[in-house]
């Protein structure tokens, strides 16, 4: 629970020395609370104070990483519930379990998750690890199996998934290092895993049974207690429903009552079903609110859905992925090219774009600024209107460079062409089709430079 400004100060030396630049100690808590300044202004405060500021100020879910180097990934540090109350930060690493019995099985999986990666309005999306589950045949081969994801997939993160901590332990002495996330510390096994977690300075996970969450409270307080601080929770849930509950518990728990023992990221095991379950548990996780989810195996067409839902959810909805507003060139566009133009919100960009390259017409691709909206929403806004297009048209200097003078709009703006050639003295104004999908047909058989 954050403190109030007069818990605050009765942490405080009292003296009223006025060296943090406030007149009183009450004074700097009452900011302080308001988190206005820095306890790190007074001298003078004791390092039990101290102590007890830190754990009040700490984040309500801790961030964790998992993995070390370059494709090490941070889960945690959310702040709100729903995404459109200010904007969900740490995205859900999306990882690959394989069975540790097969060595091929396993190097090949750890090659193909590795190198799996799909461009989407101008990023590229990644899974972010291999997990890797003890089949029972003994740390030796356990270890193996480890040896043998990271020789084919040096740096991509692990999860070590075994409750038998000789195997875990044999496993970190040969991956100890990338800092892989440890999983799962039981109420059998807590004593164990944690001195492992801790000799490693490896995050771990902890598992309960069922959903029950008073039992993992527990055991993420005892694993903490013995010195791990990076902890993710495991409920035990395998079912929709159970994880749904589950989950959106843990998550007000943390934020709207800063329950310290569960204050931690979740990770989500969603391979119970059929595809189509394991589908839907995946897109569930992503919603609510895993922040490490295991899938059952390396399926492109799902991974490439849920990757592409996972970033819609974790982009700033008050800021869309925006294109830089300039003209483009698509192809190699002469002065005899068409002229398109639309607006600055990444998807339209990426669309229209594509479907241009898709078409082999070269084309120059005018993007006006309109806050990062598509079309209709950008006409709907006031962002996209003939005065717009007429002044980004003039701004981009292509009159003087191409032989012919029009313009294509998009078909979703048809209404505006009367204005816009009104606006635009000398060009013709012609409207392009309404989908992107069909810009490569008008192109090719519709639009004419004379
Ligand atoms: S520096 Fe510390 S002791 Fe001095 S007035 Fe500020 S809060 Fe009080």
Redesign the pocket.
């Known amino acids: 629970m954050a403190l109030t400004g007069l818990q605050i100060y009765k942490l ?14 009450l ?3 009452m900011k302080l609370a308001q988190k206005g300044t820095e306890l790190a ?5 004791s390092d039990e104070a101290k102590a007890s500021l830190d754990a009040a100020s700490a984040p309500p879910i801790r961030l964790v990483a998992i993995g070390a180097g370059e494709r090490a990934f941070e889960v945690g540090n959310e702040v709100v519930l729903f995404r459109h109350e200010k904007t969900f930060y740490h995205q859900p690493g999306l990882v690959v379990r394989v069975k540790a019995d097969d060595p091929k099985i396993v190097e090949l999986t750890a090659r193909m998750v590795s190198s799996y990666a799909v461009e989407r309005v101008g990023m590229s999306l990644r899974l972010d690890g291999i997990a890797i589950e003890d089949s029972g045949g003994g740390a030796a081969a356990f270890a193996a199996a480890v040896a043998v994801a990271r020789s084919a997939a040096p740096g991509l993160p692990l999860v070590l998934m075994s409750t038998d901590p000789a195997a875990v332990g044999a496993a970190l002495d040969e991956a100890g290092a990338d800092r892989p996330l440890v999983h799962a510390a039981t109420a059998a096994n807590w004593q164990a895993m944690a001195e492992l977690a801790k000799k490693h300075s490896c995050p771990l996970a902890v598992r309960a049974e069922s959903g029950d969450l008073t039992a993992l409270a527990d055991l993420a307080a005892q694993v903490q207690d013995a010195g791990v601080d990076d902890i993710v929770l495991d409920p035990g849930t395998s079912d929709p429903a159970g994880m749904l509950a589950a989950f959106t518990q843990l998550r007000r728990l943390a934020l709207k009552k800063n329950y310290r023992p569960l204050g931690f990221p979740i990770i989500a095991f969603v391979g119970a079903g059929s595809a189509e379950e394991q589908a839907a548990m995946a897109a569930e996780a992503i919603t609510k609110y895993a922040g490490v989810i295991v899938l059952d195996g390396f399926e492109p067409a799902l991974i490439y859905a849920l990757m592409t839902l996972r970033q819609n959810v974790y982009t700033d909805p008050q800021k869309p992925i925006q294109m830089e507003p300039k003209l483009y060139e698509v192809g190699a566009p002469t002065a005899s090219s068409p002229l398109l133009i639309t607006t600055n919100f990444s998807l339209t960009y990426f669309t229209v774009s594509g479907e241009i390259e898709a078409s082999g017409v070269p084309v120059w691709l005018l993007v006006a600024d309109a806050d990062g909206m598509s079309v209709l929403t950008a006409w709907a806004a006031g962002k996209f209107d003939a005065e717009k297009i007429a002044k980004t048209v003039t701004a981009s200097g292509l009159g003087g460079k191409l032989k012919h003078h029009k313009l294509v709009l998009p078909g979703y703006v048809a209404g505006l062409s009367g204005e816009v050639e009104e606006e635009l003295a000398g060009w013709e104004i012609l409207v392009g089709p309404r989908e992107a999908v069909e810009i490569p047909n008008y192109l090719k058989s519709v639009w004419k430079a004379d």
């Open positions: 405080l030396p009292q003296t009223n020395c006025k060296e943090c630049g406030f007149p009183t100690c004074a700097f808590a202004n007074c001298p003078y405060v």
